[in-house]
């Protein structure tokens, strides 16, 4: 049946008839264009094909059943009703007012464009779920995007999109915006907040030379443009690559064609004059706002805007410390800790920290740090820092007898280092497999302490005397005038990270060596070669060196913030790995005369330091000094003991759990809690209800966990540095320095240490002290974590390589192969392609 009913004048309206409270007649797009249009702001003349016409288009070709029946045969099935659409007849009524207010637009090339009812609203968007169709020229082509614009409101994406915002299907009608078409020399987006930090005091652009669908559509690097709203200043730019440029083709429709990195962009003057056409809609609207925009013959035309979504909070304001606590937590907590974690693991590894913040009087950073629900960490708090207690008032004195009682030089003899070595070798040593419910649980108690004894009380201990030297070797320093040897002073310190390094290069050398092991390491795969140098004489022998390393470096961490992921002797691929690396390589040559011993003895010449009691101190402060980062890196080594012993003890009680049907599998009884572990103590096997309700609590915390992937746990904004100006690609914070140049290689994750090739730059995630082999391969080091006090940044320091920490997504914007320059000096990382010949010597 035809609509008797609607008038012309219902049909098609002219967009300057039209503002905000036309939503259910002109859509969303309409509804917004003619506000602005209204409001004296540039936008293209046009008309509006109502939700009106197309109502009389559904019901002149009884399309409403077509809808329903589809839509009861399941969401998201759009291609009948898409295609039903596609082959209806437009009513005479409807067709004739269209082509008469296209007559009076002047039968030009122009722009139709779809305006959902659901559309560019607070909250909900639904950019580019409808179609657009740009320089249509002629009746035919017009009545023909309508009625695809039309079609366009049932595709499958479409569909899916309403169904996840629990939108009424059978309640969205579709307006068509028809505007005349401007010939854009420039188009793109502009974003009055900042979208990606949230910031509100800044305008983004984005422009591309031709028409804006080229931005929109995500086919071209735009240039991208961040401007300071009030004064607007161009605070940061970023030329794109223009890979393409959308242009009208000559009797209707686009072409898209090769971009040409001179045509000219947007001038200065005119991104402020965008700029301030960007302020005028926000402060219309009244919210930020997302518009589309085309510049021409020095105009610029609106042909879009609606709320920005999904605009993140403003980026908290963080002190510098507070930034650093950030950056170091953000490489420990790479990987968000499970619930077993949060009751074992993490109170286990927090013992090698607190004790150290209570000597000081402060809470530890950790006891509020941890925002989760049910063992599910949503993410860390930071911002705070430690909050000092009462007892604060009493830590001089505290700190004063740690000094006089423990001397730094001693700390490795301490009976507390043998003592709890010994403990997690017994741990260690038990058949897991025979142990009682009861005796497995005792077992993780035990292993939870050894940090706090190992890291947590010597440190406590030895760090106050360490610090203290310090303090008094930079102050003699400057008195010296040589502040500038402080760093090289306390570098080139032995350490068991450094240690565990040098006996993977003499494992490595052993391959190097004999050329049966170098053949064997060349044609096998990591995860190949266990078996392979098992069928050899050679091999075999290597393989005892292997496991006696292992035996004793062997708990190294995946990463520090969970016991799920294993350690090197669990996994020996990745240590196979990274020897099949390093034997690809020369090794690195015995240093002669360490810098620290250069700079030393030339202080030691210094007129001051001939007093004998000047020369002292200075020698005894240094001494005492150079152990600080030693007993930092080395007691992190020890506490991480337990790490093998935490993981498989948790396995076996998952293999149980297996048994009962608790579980699916040993690795999910990370999803459990300790306390909910021992509730089955001394009622095994558990009752039918205890195994349900075990079994329901894992399945959902794995799916809480599943929906956070992604997130990060740590604000990246409380560590992101400003963006970088000039052509460099990535700015972070300067790690290690000096300067170094090579292509890039990225690698996730252990099991791709063997990707690295010498000469390589390392792109990481995140590192720690695992990673650090992989530095004698690698010319510097870029890391989208971590901070100058991290370990990475601090064995790049060793090395003497070049590391820029904290760029927040250095691992995205680089790609394999690509030559890079790194500044560890500056935390800058430049295109080495895209740099002058003057920046590049």
């Known amino acids: 049946m035809k609509n008797q009913g609607q008038k012309p004048a219902d049909l098609v309206v002219d967009l300057r008839q039209v503002s905000q409270g036309d939503l259910s007649r002109a859509g969303g797009k309409g509804a917004n264009l003619g506000e602005l249009m209204r409001a004296g702001l540039p936008v293209p003349p046009g008309f509006v094909v109502t939700t009106a016409a197309y109502d009389s288009f559904v019901a002149h070709n009884h399309l409403s059943d077509t809808i329903a029946a589809t839509l009861r045969e399941g969401q998201g099935n759009g291609t009948a009703i898409r295609e039903a659409f596609e082959r209806a007849s437009i009513p005479p009524e409807v067709e004739q007012t269209i082509l008469e207010a296209y007559r009076q637009l002047g039968q030009d090339a122009v722009a139709v464009r779809s305006s ?14 409808q179609d657009t169709f740009l320089n249509v020229v002629g009746v035919e082509a017009l009545l023909n995007a309508v009625r695809r614009c039309w079609a366009s409101l049932w595709t499958d994406r479409a569909i899916s999109y309403r169904d996840r915002q629990h939108v009424d299907q059978l309640t969205v009608k579709l307006a068509v915006v028809v505007q005349r078409m401007v010939a854009a020399e420039v188009a793109g987006v502009m974003f009055t907040a900042n979208p990606v930090t949230g910031a509100r005091d800044e305008i983004v652009v984005d422009a591309n030379p031709g028409l804006g669908e080229a931005v929109v559509s995500g086919q071209v690097t735009p240039d991208h443009f961040v401007l300071d709203q009030r004064a607007g200043r161009v605070k940061e730019r970023q030329p794109g690559r223009r890979e393409v440029i959308i242009r009208a083709r000559s009797g209707g429709g686009t072409e898209q064609v090769a971009g040409q990195a001179e045509i000219p962009s947007l001038p200065d003057d005119g991104l402020r004059q965008l700029a301030r056409l960007g302020v005028k809609i926000q402060s219309h609207f009244g919210t930020p706002q997302d518009i589309e925009w085309a510049w021409t013959g020095g105009e610029f035309f609106i042909v879009q805007a609606r709320p920005i979504t999904a605009l993140p909070e403003p980026a908290p304001r963080a002190s510098k410390l507070e930034g650093m606590l950030a950056g170091v937590f953000a490489e420990m907590f790479m990987i968000r800790p499970y619930p077993l974690d949060v009751t074992v ?126 303090g008094l070797l930079r102050l ?44 064997t390491f060349t044609d096998h795969e990591a995860r190949e070669l266990w078996a392979a140098l098992e069928t050899q004489p050679a091999g075999k022998d290597f393989l005892v060196k292997l496991r006696a ?46 810098a620290w011993e250069v700079a030393r003895d030339e202080l030691l010449a210094h007129p001051r330091l001939r007093f004998r009691p000047l020369r002292s101190a200075f020698l005894k402060f240094l001494a005492r000094a150079r152990c600080l980062l030693q007993i930092r890196e080395s007691t992190h080594f020890y506490a991480t003991l337990p790490l093998p012993v935490i993981r498989r003890t948790a396995l076996e009680l ?40 075990l079994r329901a609590r894992a399945l959902q915390r794995e799916e809480k966990r599943a929906a956070l992937e992604g997130t990060p746990l740590v604000d990246p904004r409380l560590y992101r540095q400003l963006k970088p100006a000039g052509d460099a690609l990535l700015r972070g914070t300067p790690g290690s320095p000096g300067v170094a140049e090579g292509p890039v290689r990225i690698v996730h994750n252990g099991a791709e240490f063997g990707k690295l090739s010498p000469g390589d730059v390392l792109v990481a995630p995140f590192t720690n002290p695992a990673w650090t082999p992989l530095f004698h391969r690698a010319v510097a080091v870029v890391v989208d974590t971590g901070g100058a006090a991290s370990h990475a940044a601090i064995v790049a320091r060793e090395y003497g390589i070049p590391a820029v920490m904290a760029t927040t997504d250095g691992t995205q914007r680089l790609v394999d192969g690509q030559r890079v320059r790194v500044d560890g000096d500056q935390g800058l990382v430049f295109d080495v392609v895209g740099m002058t010949k003057s920046e590049s010597q």
């Not at 043998?418 to 035990?446: F, G, M, N, P, Y």
């Not at 390393?549 to 691929?573: I, M, N, Q, V």
């Open 116 to 129: 959902a009812t659901a559309e560019d609203l607070p909250g909900m968007a639904f950019a580019g779920q």
């Open 654 to 693: 998952g293999r149980r759990l297996v048994s009962v049907g608790v579980l699916d599998t040993p690795e999910d009884v990370f999803h459990l809690k300790l306390d909910e572990l021992e509730r089955l103590t001394g009622t095994w096997p558990p009752s039918s209800q205890l195994v349900e309700a």
């Open 345 to 470: 693991w993490l109170p286990g590894i927090t013992g090698a920290i607190t004790p150290l913040f209570a000597l000081l009087g402060f809470a530890s950073p950790f006891d509020e740090m941890l925002i989760e629900e049910d063992g599910i960490v949503s993410r860390l708090r930071v911002e705070s820092g430690p909050r000092p207690k009462v007892r604060v008032l009493l830590a001089p004195i505290r700190i004063f007898q740690m000094i006089r009682r423990y001397n730094p030089l001693d700390w490795q003899a301490d009976p507390l280092v043998a003592e709890t070595q010994a403990r997690a070798r017994d741990l260690e040593a038990r058949d897991l497999k025979v142990l009682s419910w009861e005796e497995l649980l005792t077992t993780l108690r035990e292993a939870m302490g050894i940090p706090r004894l190992i890291a947590g009380e010597i440190r406590c201990r030895y760090f106050p005397g360490a610090a203290l030297a310090m």
């Open 549 to 594: 390393f292992l035996d004793r470096y062997g708990h190294r961490e995946a990463t520090l913030s969970t016991a799920f992921l294993p350690a090197w002797k669990d996994a020996p691929e990745v240590v196979l790995g990274i020897l099949k690396g390093l034997a690809q390589s020369e090794g690195r040559p015995a240093i002669e005369h360490p």
């Open 476 to 519: 003699e320093l400057g008195l010296l005038g040589r502040a500038d040897r402080f760093g090289v002073l306390l570098s080139g310190v032995e350490n068991k990270t450094l240690e565990a390094n040098q006996a993977l290069e003499s494992l490595a050398a052993r391959i190097r060596s004999n050329s049966g092991l170098a053949e």
